[in-house]
């Protein structure tokens, strides 16, 4: 079985100032790790993928994770908040299971971004 | 553009009526799958189809099946529906090589009240 959490339910920033959006996944298998951002009233975009390579992953628009595997985490980084990120935040965990991907998602951080 | 398309983007019905949600995909993609979203659970799979002709539940598959039309479409159906389905709808597909590298394309969702 497979799961995952995320820690915050919700996260506050200054634009300007670090994000951090923590991400623990549990696995039977070798997962992939995805994260996917979701802005209001909209389908969910893929972020960034963790698949067996790097383990310090970086996606779109400055967005970066890093897989630890002893600490089975992986959060969400980016250096510097733009108002644009407002947004909310799933992390997933997928495993290879005979004829299908089975992806999990956890239940979302939503993050704000004050001016 | 390319991608996944859901139809229609808003609908409300009343407890006991029908209705059939439909999706299409123009990716070429084997996999596709339906998730529901609710307010903190993330999203949850109802139905998916690894490739054309095949179709099996989910984590929530209770009160909706689903009809693989053909490679590009697949369609979610409410026979009767429920107050408890009120929900934000997703419609994504996939890539399936055997190799846990590929995210999902998602849609713009499918926003259900049923009163």
């Known amino acids: 079985a497979q799961s995952v959490t995320q820690l915050d339910s919700h996260v506050s920033v200054s634009e300007g100032t670090p994000v951090l959006l923590r991400c623990n996944y549990s696995?039977?298998?070798?997962?992939?790790l995805f994260w996917y951002v979701q802005h209001p009233n909209k389908g969910l975009q893929l972020l960034l993928k963790?698949?067996?390579?790097?383990?310090l992953v970086k996606g779109i628009n400055g967005f970066e994770a890093e897989f630890k595997k002893s600490e089975t985490s992986f959060h969400l980084t980016k250096p510097s908040a733009h108002m644009s990120d407002a947004a909310e935040y799933f992390c997933?965990?997928?495993?290879?299971?005979?004829?299908?991907?089975?992806?999990?998602f956890g239940a979302g951080t939503r993050l704000t971004v004050k001016p | 553009n390319a991608g996944v398309t859901q139809t229609p983007k808003f609908q409300v019905l009343k407890t006991g009526q029908s209705m059939t949600l439909q999706c299409a995909q123009d990716?070429?993609?084997?996999?596709m799958y339906w998730y529901r979203q609710d307010p903190g659970m993330g999203l949850r799979l109802i139905y998916y189809?690894?490739?054309?002709?095949?179709?099996d539940k989910g984590e929530v598959p209770n009160g909706y099946n689903v009809s693989r039309l053909n490679k590009r479409e697949f369609s979610l159906r409410l026979e009767s529906a429920a107050p408890s389905q009120t929900s934000v709808y997703f419609c994504?597909?996939?890539?399936?090589?055997?190799?846990?590298?590929?995210?999902?394309?998602f849609g713009s969702g499918t926003r259900l009240t049923v009163v």
């Open positions: 963790y698949t067996s390579a790097a383990t």
């Open positions: 189809s690894a490739s054309e002709g095949t179709t």
């Open positions: 696995s039977s298998y070798s997962p992939s």
């Open positions: 994504a597909s996939s890539i399936f090589t055997g190799y846990s590298d590929y995210g999902y394309t």
């Open positions: 990716m070429n993609h084997n996999s």
């Open positions: 997933v965990v997928s495993t290879e299971l005979y004829n299908n991907n089975d992806m999990r």
